[in-house]
């Protein structure tokens, strides 16, 4: 039960796009299509922003978007705007019922 | 309103006990696995419990394996988190999260501390 690697973080001007990285292993990030992704600003609770891969709750913006590829699954925001300044963490169903999150991305727009 | 609300955290020595309570309103509890999620402030997401909607799979982080025991009651909507042997590390804010599909956490409460010192 390894967390999963991210970037500690990234930045980009208003209206540009980023994507964090998330990089698992075979029991987790590239055994299941269960990988969500949640957006935590400063003193909050965590949102979910992605589930299943690529599946937008209702409510977030289709400017985030995210896929999967082997072991390593990705978030794109672009468009980037001020409020999407904030803590990303991946998670994935690891099997026999356990999840993993990953490390945490600090999101910088600049 | 979609609403968890968790309580019972604390400041306890380290080797004692706590107990986690999560109270759910506003969505049918017995339809969702739930499951408890912390965060030492600062720091990342860890995921440490969860059982299904009618407790027939749990499952624990290897942390935590052996000393916490996840358990809910559906009549009264609750979610329980029995801490044993508690150690340092396992100071944070501990999360009562809900599931959607099973497989992804869509409404969190607010969470509680757990503060372990002598």
């Known amino acids: 039960q390894s967390a999963l690697t991210q970037p500690r973080s990234v930045s980009g001007s208003p209206g540009q796009s980023v994507t964090i990285s998330c990089t698992g292993t075979s029991s987790d990030v590239g055994g299941y299509n269960y990988i969500s992704w949640y957006q935590q600003h400063p003193g909050k609770g965590p949102k979910v922003m992605i589930y299943d891969v690529s599946k937008r709750p209702s409510g977030v913006p289709d400017r985030f978007s995210g896929s999967k590829s082997g072991n390593t699954a990705s978030l794109t925001i672009s468009g980037l705007q001020a409020e999407d300044e904030a803590d990303y963490y991946c998670c994935s169903y690891a099997g026999s019922s356990t999840f993993v999150f990953g490390t945490g991305t600090k999101v910088t727009v600049l | 309103e979609v609403q968890l609300v968790e309580s019972g955290g604390g400041l306890v020595q380290p080797g004692r006990s706590l107990r986690l309570s999560c109270a759910a309103s506003?969505?049918?509890?017995?339809?969702?696995?739930m499951h408890w999620v912390r965060q030492v402030p600062g720091k990342g997401l860890e995921w440490v419990s969860g059982l299904t909607w009618n407790s027939l799979s749990i499952a624990y982080a290897d942390s935590v394996k052996g000393r916490f025991t996840i358990s809910r009651d559906n009549a009264k909507n609750s979610l329980y988190l029995q801490m044993n042997s508690l150690r340092t590390e396992d100071m944070a804010l501990y999360y009562c999260?809900?599931?959607?599909?099973?497989?992804?956490?869509?409404?969190w409460g607010q969470g509680t501390m757990v503060t372990v010192s002598s």
């Open positions: 506003g969505f049918s509890f017995d339809d969702h696995a």
């Open positions: 999260v809900k599931t959607t599909g099973d497989r992804s956490f869509d409404i």
